[in-house]
């Protein structure tokens, strides 16, 4: 019977964490989706037989697996393969994870052990934000992204703030359920837990309604070219006649009044020597069409490359000509085409696709790099988050192109660093019609509500849209439909507290993790020697 409760509780935790997706289904149920997983260590800690970490691993396993299939099976429709190892990675990360912190709560038995696991989990989601194979669509913030009247207060925290969140009512909701059975007295966890789902929300919706949106107004229009990536966009032969319909989508909402106009990722594709883009006919072709608005700015995505001249640094991901004689890097640009051209490169890649994890270790297996049409293997990028400033000064956009915007901690960079608004360039045609581009999006009111900025998404097949600082949605486009829209943005310049300091929940909860397995060791350590000692 335990070993069918065990299977019971790892399928159920799985099943509830993804039901609560965003697109999936019904957010709410986050606040009890882990109940599940925590029954299961209880069951592990109190059990009298010897249950192992390792079994305990297995379960909780099968639990971040069917999570992980279920709020993400959408990238199958890129890349069968890689899907199938971003599943099994994911959850083999997040399982381990979750058993260290079951290690971690064995060394300090009790019944506020429990929560051992906040400052261990809220570190992995924020260490996973920042390395090789970093994945972070599924970091439990995120799932509350449809509910902008729940996580105004989202800019003070950070998406991080939501993830502490639901782990907390989870956590109380455990020790309320074993008082429960227990037929003890819960009165004081009713009230805990009435007070830590209330504050949050009463805080939301009173910044909701207060909120005034600062800035002054710029005109920015968007251009959704709706090519098809797997059978139209990458073909030689029609790169000409995509850049017609562009600009022709482009003459029915520019005007004279007009600041920006945004296009989507790779919008010009087969790559550009960076070296020679104002000889690129292309980019002739956009500056001629500028020539008819007096203030308009391009900002659109694009496939760059770069040639190292000899004695110049030459970074891992370089690559080499087939005679030998270049080395060279490819980019995921982003182009800003006005009075000048400035260049952002994709800086946060798509681990399989556009960056193979460790390349100085795995660089001979980059020709096994998934293929979705454009440039493949691992790109170059930068360091510094580059901004563009509009010729006349008023307004500034961060370049985010496609997976940068899933970023919290990343996006701030930009703000920092001057932007008034956030403009996401991005292509999610490769998932088909499906919750996949409808999450992205999602993920972008969090954005606009961490950073108080408005948002102006440019999508290849959609969604396309306005955001505001609230996260507000407007002029929502249709899915694989061409469109053309254009809206005043407020440009804003003040700084939220996430913009100032960035994820500090992430950053506090990996020293606080860090200190409570240093001490956990230390104790170890103490016991092995008063052992030896006897």
Same mark, same amino acid.
């Given at each position: 019977?335990?070993?069918?409760?065990?299977?019971?509780?790892?399928?159920?935790?799985?099943?509830?964490?993804?039901?609560?997706?965003?697109?999936?289904?019904?957010?709410?149920?986050?606040?009890?989706?882990?109940?599940?997983?925590?029954?299961?260590?209880?069951?592990?800690?109190?059990?009298?037989?010897?249950?192992?970490?390792?079994?305990?691993?297995?379960?909780?396993?099968?639990?971040?697996?069917?999570?992980?299939?279920?709020?993400?099976?959408?990238?199958?429709?890129?890349?069968?393969?890689?899907?199938?190892?971003?599943?099994?990675?994911?959850?083999?990360?997040?399982?381990?994870?979750?058993?260290?912190?079951?290690?971690?709560?064995?060394?300090?038995?009790?019944?506020?052990?429990?929560?051992?696991?906040?400052?261990?989990?809220?570190?992995?989601?924020?260490?996973?934000?920042?390395?090789?194979?970093?994945?972070?669509?599924?970091?439990?913030?995120?799932?509350?992204?449809?509910?902008?009247?729940?996580?105004?207060?989202?800019?003070?925290?950070?998406?991080?703030?939501?993830?502490?969140?639901?782990?907390?009512?989870?956590?109380?909701?455990?020790?309320?359920?074993?008082?429960?059975?227990?037929?003890?007295?819960?009165?004081?966890?009713?009230?805990?837990?009435?007070?830590?789902?209330?504050?949050?929300?009463?805080?939301?919706?009173?910044?909701?309604?207060?909120?005034?949106?600062?800035?002054?107004?710029?005109?920015?229009?968007?251009?959704?070219?709706?090519?098809?990536?797997?059978?139209?966009?990458?073909?030689?032969?029609?790169?000409?006649?995509?850049?017609?319909?562009?600009?022709?989508?482009?003459?029915?909402?520019?005007?004279?009044?007009?600041?920006?106009?945004?296009?989507?990722?790779?919008?010009?594709?087969?790559?550009?020597?960076?070296?020679?883009?104002?000889?690129?006919?292309?980019?002739?072709?956009?500056?001629?069409?500028?020539?008819?608005?007096?203030?308009?700015?391009?900002?659109?995505?694009?496939?760059?490359?770069?040639?190292?001249?000899?004695?110049?640094?030459?970074?891992?991901?370089?690559?080499?000509?087939?005679?030998?004689?270049?080395?060279?890097?490819?980019?995921?640009?982003?182009?800003?085409?006005?009075?000048?051209?400035?260049?952002?490169?994709?800086?946060?890649?798509?681990?399989?696709?556009?960056?193979?994890?460790?390349?100085?270790?795995?660089?001979? $297996?980059?020709?096994?790099?998934? #293929? @979705?049409? =454009?440039?493949?293997? *691992? %790109?170059?990028?930068?360091? +510094?988050?580059?901004?563009?400033?509009?010729?006349?000064?008023?307004?500034?956009?961060?370049?985010?192109?496609?997976?940068?915007?899933?970023?919290?901690?990343?996006?701030?960079?930009?703000?920092?660093?001057?932007?008034?608004?956030?403009?996401?360039?991005?292509?999610?045609?490769?998932?088909?019609?499906?919750?996949?581009?409808?999450?992205?999006?999602?993920?972008?009111?969090?954005?606009?509500?961490?950073?108080?900025?408005?948002?102006?998404?440019?999508?290849?097949?959609?969604?396309?849209?306005?955001?505001?600082?609230?996260?507000?949605?407007?002029?929502?486009?249709?899915?694989?439909?061409?469109?053309?829209?254009?809206?005043?943005?407020?440009?804003?310049?003040?700084?939220? $507290?996430?913009?100032?300091?960035? #994820? @500090?929940? =992430?950053?506090?909860? *990996? %020293?606080?993790?860090?200190? +409570?397995?240093?001490?956990?060791?230390?104790?170890?350590?103490?016991?092995?020697?008063?052992?030896?000692?006897?």
């Amino acid at each position: 019977m335990q070993i069918l409760r065990l299977w019971g509780l790892s399928i159920l935790g799985g099943f509830l964490l993804a039901a609560g997706w965003p697109e999936i289904g019904f957010s709410p149920i986050l606040f009890i989706a882990w109940l599940p997983l925590l029954l299961l260590a209880e069951t592990f800690i109190n059990s009298t037989k010897s249950l192992s970490a390792l079994k305990l691993y297995g379960y909780s396993y099968l639990s971040f697996l069917i999570w992980n299939i279920g709020a993400t099976w959408w990238v199958v429709n890129a890349s069968f393969t890689g899907a199938l190892l971003a599943f099994l990675a994911n959850s083999a990360l997040m399982a381990g994870v979750f058993t260290f912190a079951f290690q971690l709560r064995r060394r300090f038995p009790g019944p506020n052990s429990a929560w051992i696991l906040l400052p261990i989990w809220l570190s992995f989601e924020f260490l996973h934000h920042d390395w090789d194979l970093s994945w972070t669509w599924l970091t439990l913030g995120n799932g509350l992204a449809n509910d902008i009247h729940l996580i105004q207060w989202y800019e003070f925290t950070g998406s991080g703030g939501g993830s502490l969140w639901i782990l907390a009512v989870n956590i109380i909701i455990l020790q309320l359920y074993r008082k429960f059975s227990l037929k003890q007295a819960f009165k004081k966890e009713l009230r805990i837990l009435a007070l830590t789902l209330a504050i949050p929300i009463v805080i939301s919706e009173v910044i909701f309604v207060t909120w005034k949106p600062a800035g002054n107004p710029v005109e920015v229009a968007v251009i959704q070219p709706n090519v098809d990536p797997y059978n139209e966009k990458f073909e030689n032969g029609n790169l000409s006649q995509q850049l017609d319909r562009f600009l022709e989508l482009a003459s029915t909402v520019c005007d004279s009044n007009t600041a920006w106009l945004l296009g989507p990722e790779t919008a010009l594709v087969r790559s550009i020597l960076e070296e020679e883009l104002e000889q690129s006919k292309r980019i002739q072709r956009i500056q001629s069409f500028i020539q008819n608005y007096p203030q308009l700015q391009f900002l659109i995505g694009a496939e760059t490359h770069h040639i190292y001249k000899p004695g110049e640094k030459v970074p891992t991901t370089a690559r080499t000509s087939p005679d030998g004689t270049l080395r060279y890097d490819m980019f995921n640009t982003a182009l800003s085409i006005g009075k000048s051209i400035e260049v952002y490169h994709k800086s946060k890649l798509v681990p399989g696709v556009e960056q193979m994890p460790f390349p100085w270790i795995f660089r001979f $297996v980059e020709d096994f790099a998934i #293929d @979705l049409g =454009g440039t493949t293997g *691992t %790109l170059g990028k930068q360091e +510094i988050r580059t901004v563009f400033k509009h010729f006349n000064g008023l307004s500034v956009a961060a370049p985010a192109v496609c997976y940068e915007s899933v970023y919290g901690d990343f996006m701030t960079e930009y703000i920092r660093n001057g932007a008034t608004f956030i403009a996401i360039i991005t292509n999610d045609g490769w998932w088909g019609d499906t919750p996949g581009y409808k999450q992205h999006l999602a993920y972008a009111k969090i954005r606009a509500i961490e950073n108080r900025r408005d948002v102006v998404r440019s999508a290849n097949t959609g969604i396309s849209c306005f955001i505001n600082q609230r996260g507000e949605t407007a002029q929502a486009t249709k899915y694989w439909v061409p469109a053309a829209i254009k809206q005043n943005i407020l440009s804003n310049s003040e700084m939220t $507290v996430f913009s100032q300091t960035g #994820d @500090l929940i =992430g950053k506090s909860s *990996t %020293l606080l993790a860090f200190l +409570i397995w240093a001490f956990s060791a230390f104790i170890r350590i103490k016991s092995k020697l008063k052992r030896a000692k006897a």
